[in-house]
T-cell receptor, first 114, second 114 residues
Framework: DARVTQTPRHKVTEMGQEVTMRCQPI?????VFWYRQTMMQGLELLAYFRNRAPLDDSGMPKDRFSAEMPDATLATLKIQPSEPRDSAVYFC????????????FGPGTRLTVL | GESVGLHLPTLSVQEGDNSIINCAYSNSASDYFIWYKQESGKGPQFIIDIRSNMDKRQGQRVTVLLNKTVKHLSLQIAATQPGDSAVYFCAEKGWSDSWGKLQFGAGTQVVVTP
């Protein structure tokens, strides 16, 4: 049963600290998405990659957020420095071009910045 | 103090009844639509999708209806069960958007009562 995995599942940190979230897309999927979900804004697209290349990161605060795909099996989302307003659940999703535009979501990382 | 956030519409359904969840979309150029289910503490889970060249598609206990004339999408769940309690999101993709780039709705909370 292929699934998107995310680590850590929960992260509590203090304001100003660096946070790195990791995602392993489903094997064979070539597109990876990062989303943020909050009660205020709902589900927001932060960035996405195709074949490891960033396609769109317009939803991401540029000054403190960065997203990368070091290889086809790992995507990272980094926040430095973190702020309390970054507290949210961050989801990674993956999909494969050539078929339906379906994305499969991971379980999320719940981030709390104190 | 009182928390402020998205006020999700709520649908209360008695166990065994059929549920109908509605979604209005705004982009007449959207050509692909998906329904996701999100249980508490989990990531959105794919339920069913439909392309704009169809007006109905059926899955296991679920049916999606698409009315392009009034830009309306609905998800019908037959014989609703307690495990169907979740937030349901519709998502759409414009024909000119990059593969997989979805616009998500705010969601509908479904509560199944015994």
């Amino acid at each position: 049963d292929a699934r998107v995995t995310q680590t850590p599942r929960h992260k509590v940190t203090e304001m100003g600290q660096e946070v790195t979230m990791r995602c392993q897309p489903i094997l064979g999927h070539n597109t990876v998405f990062w989303y943020r979900q909050t009660m205020m804004q709902g589900l927001e697209l932060l960035a996405y990659f195709r074949n490891r290349a960033p396609l769109d990161d317009s939803g991401m605060p540029k000054d403190r957020f960065s997203a990368e795909m070091p290889d086809a099996t790992l995507a990272t989302l980094k926040i430095q420095p973190s702020e309390p307003r970054d507290s949210a659940v961050y989801f990674c999703a993956s999909g494969r071009t050539g078929g339906a535009d379906t994305q499969y979501f991971g379980p999320g990382t719940r981030l709390t910045v104190l | 103090g009182e928390s402020v956030g998205l006020h999700l519409p709520t649908l209360s359904v008695q166990e065994g009844d059929n549920s109908i969840i509605n979604c209005a979309y705004s982009n007449s150029a959207s050509d692909y639509f998906i329904w996701y289910k999100q249980e508490s503490g989990k990531g959105p889970q794919f339920i069913i999708d439909i392309r704009s060249n169809m007006d109905k598609r059926q899955g296991q206990r679920v049916t999606v209806l698409l009315n392009k004339t009034v830009k309306h999408l609905s998800l019908q769940i037959a014989a609703t069960q307690p495990g169907d309690s979740a937030v349901y999101f519709c998502a759409e993709k414009g024909w000119s958007d990059s593969w997989g780039k979805l616009q998500f709705g705010a969601g509908t909370q479904v509560v199944v009562t015994p």
